[in-house]
Structure formats: structure tokens, C-alpha cells
């Protein structure tokens, strides 16, 4: 499984994602799910990725050797005009990628097996900062002012909080403690995700790279939200009246 | 879907269930999801359905058409001796079920379809408590000090709370706001659980049903959580330390 959350803030976007693989319990690695590209001055770009490992290092290796050898015929997203043109770049070619590796040869159980599903988000210069969920059958979604952010992956369990504590007016340093609890409450249910995290920063117009930074177990601020959020939320919990106990006996 | 919590206390049990089914969103009822039985001063049993609706109500009709009309070809739970017999027949009338729908006739999209899922408990005269999870395969696994609750339905958002603020020790009054708090998480995040809600609690000994209570919409204790929840997870979330944003521009 997987768990990657990109949130769309009125100064920027932030990126999380997680970094554990498996294939059953009994196989499981650490991949990095958070992939970035830049022209400094000129676009900055950011996949996190959430499904069958192969094809999402099939896209990702696809986009990067596109990159470096460019033709007309295959446009890559680093000269893309607008990011609306870049995503339609990223949704084809996974769609190709699962096209492909779902024609002949050996099938696996399930019929969704190499599916893979996507956020991306930048800026191009001249353009605003686009956020996108690009969908196994390549096409894509934008963040709006009313879905303000997209989850892929093991969305249940960190939802509650992300839907009561986001504002799009909120700092990075605020957005970065969100997703973090929003992380720890699936990470404690889930196996299938964990530390370490890729945290990824984008600030509008600045058209470069924002804070990068690897989230492992022992970080200091990882720590904090995960230690301090169980207090917390036994204090939110003790805050709220007691029910009654109408028709009862305790 | 459904949502269904049950949860073993050093004092009892409580349960609460939510009340909707749909067959599509655009298909949507309302139906009691929590059965009980009791022979005051003897045996006190409660039972809780998830799954497909014409199986469920089979086994809750089976079961009450065998108190009514007793042999001793069909053993019935107001006879069995133990809550492990009594369990082992829901069980065992769950699987019948379930494999007379799918013999023959024609078959609906998804194999699973007949599937449902119970939790069932209570406690007879001269034994123990008891609180079970009864799976489609007629099997059921019992709750213990290290797992002393069971969700059926859509358990995942509802859960991070469960985890964190349960205590064996607490009180009815506080484990329903517990519950409702559950409850809470999980009606906002998907529309096919929704108020009103079957409170039901058992105080171990009594061998009669305690609180029993329909929770409206429009319930005081409930809207009290449900409002206060939001304000005091913002400000649980306020009160964690914030983030270092190294190597950061902010």
C-alpha cells in the first residue's frame, strides 16, 4: 500500500508521501514514491506516485528519458506549455504503460494489478500552480477551492483531520504538522505504510524546488506529532460533555 | 455500507450501530441493525449486522422462528448453556444462509454478495461476558484485553479514535461518547452511514438489557459531540508543537 497527500495552499503546494512497497507482508521495500523536476526561473514539477511499482517506475522512467532526448513526436513534460498540457502528458503515458503491460504474456489474479494512480502538481512560468489526480485510465482531476487537496493510496484513516484542520490561508510550517498527523493516524493502522517520508515544498512564483527533506522515524518534528497527538487527543476527547444517560442505570 | 462498533468493558458492553442501507446511493433505507434477546435474571444477548440485507434479516428471522418454536433438532440461543454455543449458532445460521442464496437462481455481479458480517454478545447465567465477531464462514473470533472492540462495515475512519482513547476502565457514559465520536468521523466521510443510531449497552451481571436508546439526528448528546468534535480536534491540533521548516524559505 501506499499512503501520498498533496494539498493545495493559497502560497504553494505541499507534498507527503511515504516510502514502503510490498508485495504480501512478507515482502516488503523502501522506494521512493515522490518524484520532482525543475528548470529553475522557468517550471517546477511533482509526481508522487501510488500502485503497481513497476508501472510507476515505468511512467516516472518514461517522463526522464523523454526529457533527455526530446522529439517532436514525443513531447515531454519539461516542454510542455502549460502544466493542463503536462498532465495530459503524464495521464497518457501511464495509461500506455498499463496498456501495455496488460496485453498478453501471464496475467496476474486480480484484473487491476498493474493499475497506478498519480498527484501532480507545479507551476510553468506565466501560469498559476496546478494541482492534479491523474486516474489509471489517463485522465485527471484539478484541486479546487472546494477539494483543496487529493490522497492516494490508504486515504481512510487520515482523512477526519485533513477535512477539519485544512485552510488554504494556513503556513507551510502548519500544513507540514497537518499532514503529519494526518500521516501518523494511518501509519499506526496500517502496516502498509511508514516512515520514511518525502516531503516536498512549492512556493507560487518561485518557480524553484521549496524545502525537501526526508521524514525518518528519529525526526525530531515526526516525533513531536506522533508522540503528542495521542495526548492531544485524549484531551480533545476529555473536552466534550459527557452524554447522559437517559433510561440507564450506570 | 454500515458502521457497527462493539466494545468490551471491565463494566460490560456497549453497542451502537448506525441504521442505513442502500442498494446504490440512489436507493437508500432505513433499518434497525441491532437485535436483541433477554430472559431477565438468565440470559441477555445483542447482535449486530453488516452485509447484504436479505441475509441478515434471514438469520435474525431464523433465529427468533427457532425461540419461538424450540426442537431439539434445532437447538436455539435462549437454550444454548454458553455464549460459545449460542455464537456457534448464529455462526452455523449465518453460513446456512448464505449458501442457500448462492445455490442455484441467478447470481448478481459480485460473488460476495450474500456476504455479512455480525458481532454478537451478551452473557447467560453462571459464565462470563462475551463479545464475538462472527465472520460469513460461520467462524468467529472473541474479543480479548488486547483487542477489545470489533467494527464491522466501514471501520476505517472511525478507528484512530477507538485505538487511542479506549481504556477498559472507562465508564458507559464516556465509552458512548467514545462511540459517538466514532460515529461521528465516519458519517462525514461517507454517505452511506448516517443517523439514527441504536444505542444499546449491557452492564455485565445484570442479565437484563441496560440503556437502550435510538439516537436521532436532533439528539442533544450527539449534536454536542458532533459539533464539539471539530473545534476540539483544531484545537488538539493547535496545541501540538509546531514544525521546523530546515533547509525552508517560509
Given at each position: 500500500m501506499t499512503y501520498c497527500v498533496g494539498l493545495q495552499l493559497d502560497r504553494g503546494l505541499v507534498f507527503l508521501s511515504d516510502t514502503r512497497t510490498n508485495a504480501g507482508v512478507d515482502n516488503i521495500s523502501t522506494y521512493r514514491k515522490m518524484h520532482t523536476w525543475e528548470v529553475p526561473g522557468e517550471r517546477t514539477m511533482m509526481l508522487m506516485t501510488a500502485g503497481n511499482l513497476a508501472t510507476t517506475q515505468s511512467v516516472v522512467s518514461l517522463l526522464e528519458e523523454r526529457n533527455l532526448h526530446p522529439s517532436d513526436r514525443d513531447p515531454t513534460i519539461l516542454s510542455a506549455p502549460t502544466m493542463f498540457q503536462a498532465a495530459r502528458l503524464v495521464g497518457q503515458t501511464l495509461k500506455d504503460v498499463i496498456q501495455q503491460q496488460r496485453g498478453g504474456g501471464p496475467e496476474a489474479a486480480?484484473?487491476?494489478?498493474f493499475n497506478a494512480t498519480m498527484i501532480f502538481g507545479g507551476q510553468i512560468k506565466g501560469g498559476p500552480t496546478r494541482l492534479y489526480m491523474v486516474y489509471p485510465e489517463g485522465n485527471f482531476v484539478e484541486a479546487q477551492r472546494d477539494t483543496p487537496f487529493f490522497q492516494i493510496g490508504?486515504?481512510?484513516?487520515?482523512r477526519p483531520i485533513l477535512v477539519r484542520a485544512y485552510?488554504?490561508?494556513?503556513?507551510f510550517a502548519r500544513a507540514i504538522k497537518l499532514l503529519m498527523v494526518s500521516f501518523d493516524s494511518t501509519i499506526r493502522a496500517n502496516l502498509s505504510v511508514s516512515t520514511p517520508l518525502d516531503l516536498q515544498v512549492y512556493e507560487t512564483d518561485s518557480l524553484k524546488l521549496g524545502l525537501t527533506r526526508r521524514v525518518e522515524d528519529t525526526d525530531a518534528d515526526w516525533r513531536a506529532v506522533s508522540d503528542g497527538w495521542s495526548d492531544a487527543l485524549r484531551t480533545a476527547f476529555d473536552s466534550l460533555p459527557d452524554v447522559t444517560l437517559d433510561e440507564g442505570r450506570d
Open positions: 486480480a484484473p487491476t494489478t490508504e486515504t481512510k484513516y487520515g485552510d488554504p490561508d494556513m503556513d
